[in-house]
């Protein structure tokens, strides 16, 4: 599992090599911030990230699932919200035909799934690639949460089936796109383009 989340302006807490042994014996959870405390997650010293982060391409591809605080301004908003209920269901029209039988239209927003996997987070430079390499992102948006995976995206409103994104960047078809690498593995054409 990897995370997703937009990090705070200023961090309240930090794992550094001057206090590793500290949060070895007793990992300081109470101070964590609110979405890591959600998520369950682990921060790295200063040394770790700059060796770690040149293989971010291989933590998010080979991720089981990217849980992906979406909504969230900062760590310390957490992964969850309030919300009204209607923001999750999807408007129906029953239209009479010339034949006469009814027939019912379901009615939704054409960019319902552009604005549900947009926000705070995605102002994040990264997020395109945690997001593109991720196998699965599961994202905690402002109204719903959003399963996102090579094959379909998914929300509360639309558990069965989801219309057409809106937005052409954040498809299943481009995450798709193993078949066109000559190794399979679109990781592998991301870590060529950073090098």
Known sequence: MTLSYRWAKNPSIVLLNS???????????????????????????PEDWARESLQMHQVYANSACTI????????????????????????????Q???????????????????LTQGPLTDRGWVFQERILSPRVLHFAKTQAVWECFEMHK????????????????????????????????????AKEEN
């Open 19 to 45: 206090n590793l042994e500290e949060f070895r014996r007793s990992a300081p959870i109470s101070r964590l911030p609110k979405t890591f405390k959600e998520a369950i997650t682990v921060a790295h010293s």
């Open 68 to 95: 992906s605080a979406t909504a969230s301004e900062g760590p310390d908003e957490g992964l969850f919200r309030s919300r009204i209920v209607q923001e999750t269901l999807i408007g129906h029209i029953k239209v």
């Open 97 to 115: 035909f010339v034949d006469g039988k009814p027939r019912r239209f379901d009615v939704w927003d054409q960019h319902h799934m552009q604005r």
């Open 155 to 190: 929300s509360e409103m639309f558990p069965r089936w989801s219309p057409r994104p809106a937005d052409a960047v954040y498809t299943p078809d481009l995450k798709a796109i193993d078949a066109f690498f000559d190794d399979g593995h679109r990781r592998t054409a991301w």
